[in-house]
């Protein structure tokens, strides 16, 4: 390691390095340590086909602020990291793999040669997010790293799926699920993406079946369905329809009739009052169709095209088919009227092809139950929701929830643990592979085809990767975690079902809050996607800024909940405030160091010291600090006491933020600019003071930022001297491992707090003045003070730093704001008023020739526009607005030029012209 801070910041010198030597220390390795609390993490598991996006680069720094933070304050803490194996995503990845480069489909292979690609295919890029999260510095425990398939993970998955089963949670049905065309399989509730399009209504007339019966006119959104209809539903309370309900009607162009039934569903209100019923595409048909014992006819394939149900149009598209059905009813005289209507569409999450409702059997867990204490949990305050707001949404689904699809047609997954004996039907769901039917003893049995949701498996994530079923230590010390970070857009796929599993599998909640945060915008506020292009990649972000700028900005510019807009301009200003608190380290350092680079001495802050600052000890009275010193003292001090609560409240962006405006103006802008004179005194004690309290200052500031810039805070650290009883209870001395500061009331110095306060409120106010009047800094004022009472003494008693840096040779006092001098300028700050002479403000000479320069320029601006609006051709010719335009330019002049008249002829008096 170099000796000094390098002279420029750049990130690219060192985030590497210091990552691998915090991971090369086990400095990120959690231990089961009893005289300790444990704080507990697990990482929502990025997808294996995943690349670090904007998204997980602010869901894992939130993560990684919060447990560095209870590292720091003496907690056992872990965070438990680890990857999702992603059924369909990674499926879909593995099978075009195989179609570009053998040309082969997975059917070809075969499962078992399939699976072995697939596990190929992980091992090559399934590690890639992670090693993408150690550069964005997450201080995850990779030792204890897991993954949704990996032995200990799958264990947890059958002995679960059993579990359920044997307690009639779990069953299989044919029923109506989520079928998505272009993945292949079936989708839970929570899986399909809803969205409001512009589509059309088509209004067709189905002819009465019986002479003198009345046609009955129906709306669809989906004509290619009618083929699979099986009765025409209105509501009994319909007037309207009261005598048509038991007639037929005839399916157009099919031929076949369907019998008009009564039922609540139909709203009188919408459309005409009546529906097709078509059990096998639509969920709410299925379930008038079990009212009434209705037959279930399927018309489309799994694929999306018609089957022979469909007649003519067999084997078509669905849309082709649309296409074409409709324009064949209305050639007939089928088509009443269309209407352009917003129509919910469901998609799948994965792929965004529109879902299509099938009829399938599948396997299923029953929510009733498992619910009830997941309810019970949120609504007796054992898990909570920051923010709060969130707990409606949680409970709103849980209240309202459907029996949960399981199953999906894939080979990449875990395998369903169920087998059906060929010879007796009979369903064996054990957790050992059975080699016979347990029933009748035949040896002809095969497992089910199917893999269960991805869901299934990061739902038991909070346990499984502790050990469980088994009674590990991990289990029993870490569990249950202590906080869920993720993004409101999470809530139902992940996690209600962490909190019914956990509440079944453990007896508890698997978490006590859950953070929930906003995403990350683009700078329109739209969402980043591949369609649109707008989506920011963090690891050139990180390239081009540094992690640190990079994780300070998406912790301090969101507030739990709601989203946040990326924009270069505060990318930069994250870098800037990097390069501020490593030049201003850098100007530390070279203070407290001699030319030989040892550490100059420091002032002892208990009289056991051995002079490296420690600052351990909350008595400073061996140290004689100066107003100063103790304004910086109990700043750092209350900010410690501020961000602490406020990383308590998950308010981490007003954490984030104090620390900033502690560094960026308290720190540096002020105190080393009072002290810096005191460094180049020949005062030796007064010196060691100083470089004291920069040290410690500088320490504790560290100490509260690194949680956000983990990187910057340790290499800055690394150069400052470290006392014994430092290195004692941190031995490597890392800041990583550093303590976490605490407020104490004896680093509270209220007095010299309001003194500094105040000379700082009137220090600015003069720099105001100046830039208003546009004096040099560098010319030398004397100022007049109005205050009263303890004001006055506050002000006195600050008087030499005004003096020092507002460049004020003289102050003098009045009692009363009217005894103030003339012809000044004026400043009012809190419990004072400061009044600057105007002839020290103003060079009256140069101002003199500013203005007469001035007046001339508004003249000849006055002339020219003058005889432009007295040249007849150009007000005749030219259009009325130039015209207006024109005259509006002669009067602004015209002012202009009579203010500067004024102005000159008084400054001509003060030079005597």
């Known amino acids: ?72 304050q003496g907690y056992s803490a872990l965070w438990l990291p680890g990857s999702d194996h992603a059924s369909i995503a990674t499926e879909v990845k593995v099978v075009n793999k195989i179609r570009e480069e053998e ?111 009345k046609d009955m006119v129906v709306a669809t959104s989906r004509p290619e369905t009618m083929f699979g209809d099986v009765a025409i539903a ?32 139909p709203d009188p209100e919408k459309g005409t009052g009546a529906v097709k019923i078509t059990p096998a595409h639509d969920p709410n048909d299925f379930e008038v169709g079990e009212r009434h014992d209705l037959e279930v006819l399927s018309c ?41 209507m917003v129509i919910p569409v469901g998609e799948c999450y994965r792929c965004h092809t529109v879902i299509e409702p099938m009829l399938s059997d599948q396997w299923f867990v029953k929510m009733e139950d498992l619910a009830k204490p997941a309810i019970e949990a949120a609504e007796s305050g054992k898990l909570k929701h920051v923010p709060e707001r969130f707990q409606k949404t949680y409970l709103h689904w849980l209240y309202d929830i459907r029996d949960w699809c399981i199953s999906r047609q894939l080979w990449w997954g875990h395998r369903i643990p169920a087998w059906y004996c060929e010879d007796c039907g009979e369903i064996i769901v054990e957790e050992e592979d059975p080699t016979v039917c347990p029933k009748c003893g035949s040896k002809h049995i095969h497992q089910d085809e199917d893999v269960l949701d991805t869901w299934f498996s990061s739902a038991l994530w909070p346990f499984s990767t502790l050990g469980w079923p088994d009674k590990t230590e991990d289990l029993d010390y870490f569990y249950p975690t202590n906080v869920l970070v993720t993004g409101y857009d999470i809530i139902f796929f992940w996690i209600v079902r962490m909190v019914f599993s956990g509440c079944e599998a453990m007896g508890e909640p698997p978490f006590e809050y859950v953070y929930v945060h906003g995403l990350v915008r683009d700078a329109q506020g739209r ?66 160091k001699d030319e030989d680079d040892n550490f100059r001495p420091l002032a002892k802050c208990c009289a056991d010291c051995c002079g490296m600052a420690c600052g351990d000890t909350d008595d400073f009275s061996y140290i004689a600090l100066k107003d100063e010193d103790k304004w910086m003292i109990s700043r750092v001090n209350e900010s410690v006491k501020y961000v602490t ?66 990187f910057i805070t340790e290499e800055i650290w690394s150069f400052l001297p470290h006392s014994t009883c430092e290195l004692q209870n941190n031995p490597k001395g890392y800041l990583i491992n550093a303590s976490w500061p605490v407020y104490s009331d004896k680093r509270h110095f209220e007095s010299e707090e309001a003194i500094l306060n105040m000379s700082m409120e009137a220090i600015s106010a003069i720099r105001n003045i100046r830039a208003e009047a546009e004096a040099a800094p560098s010319r ?72 007469t320069k001035e007046k001339k320029r508004l003249e000849g601006e006055v002339t020219r526009v003058e005889k432009k609006l007295s040249n007849q051709g150009f007000v005749s010719k030219a259009p009325q607005k130039v015209v207006d335009e024109e005259k509006a330019k002669q009067a602004q002049y015209e002012e202009m030029l009579s203010k500067v008249t004024e102005q000159l002829a008084t400054v001509a008096e003060k030079v005597g012209k």
């Open 300 to 340: 489309i394939n799994l694929d999306a095209t018609m089957n022979d149900l469909a007649g003519k149009y067999a084997g078509m598209d669905r849309y082709e088919c649309r296409k074409q059905w409709v324009a064949d009813l209305d050639a007939a005289g089928y088509l009443v009227k269309t209407e352009e």
């Open 780 to 851: 030398k004022l004397t100022a007049v003070i109005f205050a009263e009472g303890a004001d006055m003494d506050r002000i006195k008693a600050g008087e030499r730093y005004i003096r020092d840096l507002a460049n004020i040779t003289e102050i003098s006092y009045v009692d009363d704001a009217a005894k103030a001098p003339e012809d000044v300028m004026s400043a009012v700050i809190a419990g004072a008023q400061i009044f600057i002479p105007l002839d020290e403000l103003v060079d009256y000479n140069a101002e003199f020739d500013r203005l």
């Open 645 to 710: 609560e406020a990383m308590d409240k998950f308010d981490l962006a007003m954490a984030g933020q104090r620390v900033y405006d502690l560094i960026w103006n308290e720190y540096c802008d002020w105190y080393i600019e009072i002290v810096k004179k005191r460094l180049w005194s020949d005062d030796e004690e007064d010196k060691k003071v100083a470089r004291f309290v920069l040290v410690v200052a500088l320490k504790n500031m560290l100490e509260m930022l690194h949680p956000f810039m983990p």
């Open 103 to 213: 040309g082969l489909e997975k059917e070809d292979l075969g499962r078992e040669e399939f699976l072995k690609r697939a596990w190929a295919w992980k091992k090559e890029y399934g590690g890639r997010i992670t090693r993408q999260c150690r550069k964005l510095g997450d201080s995850c425990d990779w030792s204890r790293e897991r993954f949704t398939m990996d032995e200990g993970c799958s264990k947890a998955v059958r002995t679960f799926f059993v579990k359920l089963y044997k307690k009639g949670l779990i069953y299989k049905g044919n029923r109506l699920i989520n079928w998505c065309p272009s993945c292949g399989t079936s989708l839970s509730d929570a899986e399909v993406e809803h969205e409001d399009k512009n589509g059309l209504y088509w209004y067709f007339r189905y002819p009465a079946a019986e002479k003198g019966g």
């Open 1 to 72: 390691m170099e000796k000094n801070l390098a002279k420029t910041y750049d990130p690219k010198d060192f985030e590497d390095r210091i990552y691998q030597m915090w991971e090369e220390n086990g400095a990120f390795k959690a231990q089961v340590d009893r005289s300790k609390k444990p704080f507990t993490i697990v990482m929502p598991p990025p997808n294996i086909t995943g690349q670090l996006h904007m998204g997980h680069a602010l869901d894992q720094t939130l993560q990684d602020v919060l447990i560095r933070w209870k590292r720091m």
């Open 527 to 592: 969402k980043m996607s591949k369609s649109l292009g707008n989506g920011i990649d963090p690891l050139l972000e990180i390239d081009k800024y540094g992690a640190d700028a990079l994780r300070f900005m998406l912790t301090t510019g969101i507030t739990p909940g709601n989203d946040m807009r990326y924009q270069d301009e505060r990318m930069i200003a994250a870098r800037n405030f990097a390069n501020k608190l490593w030049n201003a380290s850098r100007f530390v350092i070279m203070n407290i």
């Open 234 to 265: 209105v509501n009994p309370e319909d007037e309207r329809y009261k005598d048509m309900v038991g007639q037929k009607v005839i399916l157009p162009l099919v031929g076949k009739e369907i019998p008009i039934i009564a039922d609540p569903y």
